[in-house]
T-cell receptor, first 115, second 112 residues
Framework: AQSVTQPDIHITVSEGASLELRCNYS??????LFWYVQSPGQGLQLLLK??????LVQGIKGFEAEFKRSQSSFNLRKPSVHWSDAAEYFC?????????????FGTGTQLKVEL | DAGVIQSPRHEVTEMGQEVTLRCKPI?????LFWYRQTMMRGLELLIY????????DSGMPEDRFSAKMPNASFSTLKIQPSEPRDSAVYFC??????????FGPGTRLTVL
């Protein structure tokens, strides 16, 4: 069975500092990996995704993530955090199938940004 | 595109009442997903459809929950009878095949 672990429930960083959110997955084959962000009272918005190709993936809002197969990780990074990045971040994994993708989400990491 | 549309945005009901949540997926998408989000359990997939056919409903908590997709542009999630423990935010998402799932704004359900 596929699973996702986000070991950090809460993270606090200062505005302008760098950020790394951790994500480890368990999946038997090549996974389809996602990072979503959820602002309070909102739905989830896709930041970036990985299926194949370059293991460093660029996303929206200046975020990037690196797929490391040997470590079963897909950590999210941003070189300089803005106050508007405060939100909850979810990593997700799923198979790449022809129809419908049953994703498993991590428990989320709540990011707080100090001004 | 208007994105995934869910209604109502908020629902407050009393225990034992029937609740119906509605979702309109993005036009052209052929997969639709219902999720439930709670503090205790996080984001859980309840059921998903592909080409209007339910593919996996293993996440549906019990017989009180049912979901339908009568056509490609509409789906409902029904809870009958509702219980306080059903209080949660329910999200609908849609995708084109295995591509990105786009989420709606959610329905916040409170069962008193």
């Amino acid at each position: 069975a596929q699973s996702v672990t986000q070991p950090d429930i809460h993270i606090t960083v200062s505005e302008g500092a760098s950020l790394e959110l951790r994500c480890n997955y368990s999946y038997g084959a090549t996974p389809y990996l996602f990072w979503y962000v959820q602002s309070p009272g909102q739905g989830l918005q896709l930041l970036l995704k990985y299926f194949s190709g370059d293991t460093l993936v660029q996303g929206i809002k200046g975020f990037e993530a690196e797929f490391k197969r040997s470590q079963s990780s897909f950590n999210l990074r941003k070189p300089s955090v803005h106050w508007s990045d405060a939100a909850e971040y979810f990593c997700a994994v799923g198979p790449f199938t022809g129809g419908g993708n049953k994703l498993t989400f991590g428990t989320g990491t709540q990011l707080k940004v100090e001004l | 595109d208007a994105g995934v549309i869910q209604s109502p945005r908020h629902e407050v009901t009393e225990m034992g009442q029937e609740v119906t949540l509605r979702c309109k997926p993005i036009s052209g998408h052929n997969s639709l997903f219902w999720y439930r989000q709670t503090m205790m359990r996080g984001l859980e997939l309840l059921i998903y459809f592909n080409n209007n056919v339910p593919i996996d409903d293993s996440g549906m908590p019990e017989d009180r929950f049912s979901a339908k997709m009568p056509n490609a542009s509409f789906s409902t999630l029904k809870i009958q009878p509702s219980e306080p423990r059903d209080s949660a935010v329910y999200f609908c998402a849609s995708s084109l095949g295995s591509d990105t799932q786009y989420f709606g704004p959610g329905t916040r359900l409170t069962v008193l």
